[in-house]
T-cell receptor
Framework: TQLLEQSPQFLSIQEGENLTVYCNSS?????LQWYRQEPGEGPVLLVT?????EVKKLKRLTFQFGDARKDSSLHITAAQPGDTGLYLC????????????FGIGTKLQVIP | NAGVMQNPRHLVRRRGQEARLRCSPM?????VYWYRQLPEEGLKFMVY????????ESGMPKERFSAEFPKEGPSILRIQQVVRGDSAAYFC????????????FGNGTRLTVT
């Protein structure tokens, strides 16, 4: 069973601060996805990283895929209250179809 | 474009009753996935279906749970003789093809077993 560990599990910061959350595994993934989930809603895809070492930016969010394709990080610059939510990383394995394994998530609270 | 539609949003069942959860994938999507989410456990894969076929049900309990995705109509996740431990949020996701195409999630059905 492939496991994805996310850290920290909970993070409460002031508006304007920077933060990084991590997603680690002992398994290699063909791609890694980051989702954000708000209470009462389903996860919404933020980004997919495919190539080892890849860096993708989405406004104030920077996503990096580790060289060995086993880990990833999400960095948020100047966090805003609207960034509050549950951030989930998910690893997809190859094998003909997408079987995605999710981490438990990082619950982020940005205080105005 | 309608997203993934799940209904009902909330479902309350007494122990021993049956629960039926429905999922209509996004238009043009023929791959459906069901996940269960518990507060301290994250999203757990249950089953992956294509039209009229179960491709992978390795995450689904062997008893009481079944899923289908008929040629016409929504995908159905059926839980017979529900127990309190079945209380959770059940999410459906769809994708147009397999491979690395991203998953589009519905807003889930929150099942409460009393």
């Amino acid at each position: 069973t492939q496991l994805l560990e996310q850290s920290p599990q909970f993070l409460s910061i002031q508006e304007g601060e920077n933060l990084t959350v991590y997603c680690n595994s002992s398994s290699v993934f063909s791609s890694l996805q980051w989702y954000r989930q708000e209470p009462g809603e389903g996860p919404v895809l933020l980004v997919t990283v495919v190539t080892g070492g890849e860096v993708k930016k989405l406004k104030r969010l920077t996503f990096q895929f580790g060289d060995a394709r086993k880990d990833s990080s999400l960095h948020i610059t100047a966090a805003q209250p609207g960034d509050t939510g549950l951030y989930l990383c998910a690893g997809a394995s190859s094998g003909g179809y997408q079987k995605v394994t999710f981490g438990i998530g990082t619950k982020l609270q940005v205080i105005p | 474009n309608a997203g993934v539609m799940q209904n009902p949003r909330h479902l309350v069942r007494r122990r021993g009753q049956e629960a039926r959860l429905r999922c209509s994938p996004m238009k043009g999507h023929s791959h459906v996935y069901w996940y269960r989410q518990l507060p301290e456990e994250g999203l757990k894969f249950m089953v992956y279906l294509q039209k009229e076929n179960i491709i992978d049900e390795s995450g689904m309990p062997k008893e009481r749970f079944s899923a289908e995705f008929p040629k016409e109509g929504p995908s159905i996740l059926r839980i017979q003789q529900v127990v309190r431990g079945d209380s959770a949020a059940y999410f459906c996701a769809s994708s147009p093809v397999g491979g690395n195409s991203p998953l589009h999630f519905g807003n889930g059905t929150r099942l409460t077993v009393t």
